[in-house]
């Protein structure tokens, strides 16, 4: 009673909310196994040692 049909089984309704609720965790959740992502900026400096001195100030201030 209170039960769905699924290919011809019976499945209560508990055990699709568990479903759902663990496949949507598996597909939201953050992936330790995933290569990480580092994001630097663009550095778009007119001369070498623009592009220097901004290096040296991101890697001081970050």
């Not at 479903?19 to 070498?48: F, H, N, Q, R, Y």
Request: hydrophobic share 40%; proline share 11%.
């Amino acid at each position: 009673a209170g039960a769905y049909t699924l290919f011809g089984k019976a499945i209560p309704p508990h055990h699709l909310a568990i479903a759902t609720i663990g496949t949507v965790v598996a597909l939201v959740a953050p992936k330790p196994w995933s290569p990480k992502v580092k994001l630097e900026p663009k550095i778009d400096a007119s001369s070498p040692e623009e592009e220097k001195f901004i290096k040296e100030y991101l890697e001081k201030h970050l």
